[in-house]
């Protein structure tokens, strides 16, 4: 297609869209989506910027930064999409010449919702969309759809000042190899959300990304944030060795992994390239609801799993969920009890999240099917305040639960705290540096929060 003209200052080259990510909890992540539109746009043409709100938060910043600027995408998850409603509708009063099209995970499941606050909404993976968008001088309908990019190399890789500004921390740097996974768990997107299936970038690819990443920044620890890294062994193997041949400084990697999948081998020769902690959602300690939930496992596999990671020497980090449709308190105190266990076996950390019910999920559509809603305001969705309680289960005995779960599935003894001196400070140090920015994120959202209101579509 011929690119039309929209502006006439198009030659200058001024900037062709703001691409805003909004705020919700923190998690010292980048906006990989956003980065994947502006290498995107930038190979067709278009300069994209991007505004990072867990970066900078000032607003009258943003006013400053809109100046000239003719489209602005906002990007949320469920978590952050007040925060979006907050921009569209301030960004409108400010500019109303300006074009607002709203993206990610939140508004592909709730698209809908866009009306009223956005020119355009964008519907699942936003490349060739966006850029359809820019190419047709914002002339498409409401709604845009369009087909996953297949091969993911043709997004070129994110240029390294473009990431500059955006890198908050060193710790865990987030790469992604692949995208998609085969599993459809009733928490988690479900198909339709994600249409596109199982897409790898190229070694090459990654690998090539990793050392300008560590040469530029001296960046030495990695997460690997593909759904589940370990899916296909031959690719796991392929990374290793271009890792240890390709890059010449000692790196750490952490990535997710899934019950079933990986031999020892796999594990050992992972360990030797530098994966020093894998993280598994192990949801339930019950193989009826492991079965109801869609991991496909059972509690068996997920203790040979950790078994082999073990005896790989790479520490385990487990998820769980407590409170799923059709549980029961036994079920959630089997949960706990499992964690304890393979907390003791393998020395296991856990995490137990509360289930939300979020947009784009098989239980968002079926939740009240199984129970009630606490809270169904989208602001307050947080790991550790329970918003939704199935029939069977008591909400008193849903957070004491909790509580026993994450003393006694994370106990250390006293020797090894003080054998282990050096990272439990530097971890400490950590903490207190996060709470610092959480606090100033905190604020931020309760202003944006008494401005929307409740956020609530059930
Ligand atoms: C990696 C990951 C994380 C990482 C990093 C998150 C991050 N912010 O980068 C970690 C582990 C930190 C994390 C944490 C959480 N995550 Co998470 N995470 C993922 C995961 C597995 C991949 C995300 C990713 O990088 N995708 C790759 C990029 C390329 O895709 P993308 O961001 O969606 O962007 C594309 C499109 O959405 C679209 N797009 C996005 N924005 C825009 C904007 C415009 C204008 C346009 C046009 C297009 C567009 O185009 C992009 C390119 O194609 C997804 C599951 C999944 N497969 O998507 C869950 C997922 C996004 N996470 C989820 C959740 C709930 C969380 C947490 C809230 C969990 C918790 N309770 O703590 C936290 C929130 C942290 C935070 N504040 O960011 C949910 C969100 C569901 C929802 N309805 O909001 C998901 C979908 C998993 C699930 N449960 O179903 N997460
Ligand atoms: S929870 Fe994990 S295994 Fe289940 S669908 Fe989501 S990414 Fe896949």
């Not at 009240?368 to 309680?389: H, I, K, R």
Request: proline letters at 3%; aromatic letters at 10%.
């Amino acid at each position: 297609m011929t690119k039309i003209v929209c502006f006439s200052y198009d030659t200058v080259k001024k900037t062709d869209i703001l691409l805003i990510r909004s705020l919700g909890v923190d998690a010292n992540s980048l906006p990989q989506g956003l980065l994947y539109l502006q290498s995107f746009l930038r190979k067709h043409g278009y300069k994209a910027k991007i505004w990072d709100r867990y970066v900078n938060r000032n607003i009258f910043q943003l006013r400053k930064a809109l100046k000239n600027v003719p489209v602005v995408g906002i990007s949320a998850m469920s978590i952050q999409s007040a925060d979006a409603i907050y921009l569209s509708k301030t960004i409108r009063h400010w500019y109303p010449e300006i074009k607002i099209v709203l993206g990610g995970v939140h508004f592909t499941a709730l698209p809908d919702t866009a009306i009223g606050i956005a020119d355009n909404v964008v519907i699942g993976e936003g490349e060739t969309a966006i850029k359809d968008y820019l190419d047709s001088c914002y002339n498409l309908d409401f709604k845009i759809t369009r087909l996953p990019i297949e091969h993911l190399d043709e997004i070129p890789k994110f240029t390294m000042k473009d990431l500059k500004p955006l890198i908050r921390t060193k710790d865990h740097f987030h790469i992604i190899r692949a995208r998609g996974c085969p599993y459809r768990c009733n928490f988690c997107l479900s198909k339709e959300q994600r249409p596109g299936g199982l897409r790898y970038h190229s070694i090459v690819y990654v690998v090539d990304y990793l050392r300008e990443v560590v040469e530029t920044f001296d960046i030495k620890s990695f997460f690997i944030v593909d759904d589940i890294f370990v899916l296909s062994p031959r690719r796991v193997y392929e990374f290793c060795d271009a890792v240890e041949t390709q890059i010449k400084k000692k790196l750490t990697f952490s990535c997710f992994t899934h019950s079933g999948h990986g031999s020892l081998e796999l594990y050992k020769r992972m360990e030797e390239v530098g994966f020093e902690k894998i993280s598994m959602g192990v949801e339930h300690g019950n193989d009826r609801l492991l079965e109801f939930c869609g991991k496909k496992t059972t509690k068996k596999v997920i203790e040979e799993t950790c078994a082999k990671m073990f005896q790989a020497n790479i520490k385990i980090n487990l998820t769980y969920i407590l409170g799923n449709a059709t549980e029961t308190n036994e079920t959630i105190s089997e949960t706990v009890d499992f964690a304890i266990h393979l907390h003791e076996k393998f020395n296991t950390s856990s995490w137990f999240s509360f289930m939300q019910p979020l947009p784009g999920s098989a239980l968002f559509n079926n939740a009240t099917q199984y129970g009630a809603y606490l809270n169904n305001d989208l602001q307050f969705y947080s790991n550790t305040n329970p918003v939704y309680l199935p029939f069977g289960v008591s909400r008193e005995h849903l957070i004491s639960e909790r509580e026993r779960g994450m003393k006694l599935a994370n106990k250390q003894s006293n020797t090894l705290k003080s054998l282990k001196l050096l990272p439990y400070v530097k971890n400490k140090i950590r903490q207190l540096y996060g709470q610092i920015n959480t606090l100033s994120i905190d604020n931020e959202l309760k202003r944006v929060r008494s401005i929307v209101g409740p956020v609530t579509y059930k």
